[in-house]
């Protein structure tokens, strides 16, 4: 969480929101700090969506958001989901459509700020 608000800017009341509802993935380095993560939220028995994705910037272009979300893709597979919905930064589209996430239309909101577009990925 502390890199989500602090790095990228994340208004806090609003990422702790539904926080009793989600189940947390966070990342440490070999020295123990944290230095990412990302949290995973039921919407309904067959949609979960990934949020607060975050690495620190220190981290970044090494593979490890890449590896963040296959763990993630894979406890929604274990969890029986069959679509994963995320809510990307404008600037993180081309992240997320890498990884195969296709935008749900073309329409663009701002939460806390900042631009955002719902993408989603169909489990098979």
Do not use: W
């Amino acid at each position: 969480m502390a890199v989500f608000v602090k790095e990228l800017h994340g208004d806090l009341p609003t990422e702790i929101h539904d926080e009793e509802k989600c189940r947390y993935l966070v990342i440490y380095n070999k020295n123990h700090l944290c230095i990412g993560g990302a949290r995973l939220l039921k919407l309904d028995a067959n949609t979960m969506r990934i949020q607060r994705v975050a690495i620190a910037k220190p981290y970044r272009g090494n593979g490890i958001g890449h590896k963040l979300l296959s763990e993630l893709e894979q406890a929604c597979f274990r969890s029986k989901c069959q679509r994963i919905e995320i809510v990307a930064r404008y600037t993180a589209q081309d992240f997320y459509a890498s990884l195969g996430y296709q935008p749900e239309n073309s329409d663009t909101f701002i939460r806390s700020g900042v631009p955002h577009q719902l993408f989603y990925k169909e489990l098979n």
